[in-house]
């Protein structure tokens, strides 16, 4: 029998077990797809690795984590999930010669052996949220953002298209992205009367910044970035009710339709993800020339209009020659978080 493929996930949001990660059950529906058909013709094998990153972990346990999956003799590494994190894994893999898939949101993430499956983007969801507050009519708008590589990413661009469109930020006010209290940034934004609020951030502060809103009676629209899918989660959603945010599915997407039928349940941005990500995994393990490091990079490169669960209707997956976004076409979609349910807003962008 011929030996496993060997592939290798790094969990960066926690520093250990229990048990395999929740991303493992998307990696093996897709991979178990792809070999029904008869196009892998061996076993693929996860191992994990584990290392709490950036911003509660260090970026040490990050290259720790990495290491780990290098010298167990993966042909592929999926991870990290986090943008800080995958910044730091970005040189590893080029560094390793291990062809690795981040699902993360930083297109800086990006080289010769580091893939991308953007869950969210620091740089184009500023397009959409500028977008749809110009449309409304919003003028004037207060930025509180993570004091962080993933806050000052989103605000440089929400600042570069908010001058396209000539929305001025009246106030901007930065704060730690682990803060439980956002009271004192929340006031001095709210003191430049602005009429919209939007936070920028990976979304472990957004409890603060909802409360502080809340407590402040803030009554105008509310805007965040992918922050909002933490939204999926119940106690959440009862936070930020009424918040604009993007989400990585569309309920009109006829690929995550099917995937929704097949498994059941509520809709959220996890297994469109998941999946998405899975079958780049299974493609590449199919395609791969060679049964090899660099085989398998061969094989990621060679995947080419794949219709994609995340995104609007007509997203593809895919990558090519110093191509290593995954997805092409409209990925972002415009939500809001309505009485605990994710409601899809029509957008201009």
């Known amino acids: 029998m011929a030996a496993p493929t060997r592939v290798g996930i790094l969990n960066d949001t926690s520093d250990g077990p229990p ?3 929740d ?31 950036l911003p509660a972990g260090t970026a040490a346990a990050v290259e720790r984590a990495y290491s780990e999956l290098v010298d167990q003799d993966v042909l592929l590494i999926v991870g990290p999930a986090i943008g800080d994190n995958a910044l730091v894994a970005t040189p590893l893999a080029d560094r390793a010669r291990v062809p690795t898939i981040n699902w993360a949101g ?50 440089e661009f929400f600042e570069d298209h908010a001058d396209v469109l000539s929305l001025r930020l009246s106030a901007v006010r930065a704060l730690s992205p682990i803060a439980e209290d956002a009271t004192a940034e929340v006031t001095e934004v709210l003191e430049a009367n602005p009429e919209a609020v939007v936070y920028l951030g990976l979304g472990l502060a957004v409890p603060a910044v909802a409360r502080a809103l809340t407590a402040a009676g803030w009554q105008g629209p509310k805007a965040m970035n992918t922050a909002g899918i933490r939204g999926h989660a119940p106690e959440f959603a009862s936070l930020i009710d009424g ?21 059941g349940g509520a809709p959220s941005h996890l297994p469109a993800a998941g999946y998405d990500l899975g079958r780049l995994v299974a493609e590449a393990v199919a395609r791969a020339p060679e049964h090899t490091r660099d085989g398998l990079k061969a094989g990621l490169e060679r995947i080419k209009w ?23 076409g409209r990925y972002l979609v415009l939500r809001q978080w309505v009485q605990g349910r994710s409601v899809e807003v029509v957008s201009p962008v």
């Open 306 to 328: 794949l219709p994609a669960a995340e995104g609007h209707e007509g997203t593809m997956l895919g990558f090519g020659h110093h191509d290593r976004g995954a997805l092409h």
């Open 23 to 53: 991303l493992e059950r998307w990696l093996h529906l897709a991979v178990e797809e792809v070999a029904s058909a008869g196009r892998i013709d061996r076993e693929v094998t996860f191992v994990h690795s584990w290392g709490l990153g």
């Open 106 to 155: 930083s297109e800086r993430a990006r080289s010769e052996y580091m893939f991308h499956l953007q869950v969210g983007s620091h740089e184009e969801e500023p397009v959409v949220l500028v977008g749809h507050l110009a449309s409304i009519g919003v003028k004037r708008l207060g930025i509180v953002y993570d004091r962080s590589p993933i806050g000052r990413r989103y605000l």
């Open 19 to 21: 048990g395999p990660s």
């Open 243 to 263: 918040w604009l945010y993007i989400d990585m599915y569309s309920d009109h997407n006829s690929t995550f339709s099917a995937l929704r039928d097949h498994l």
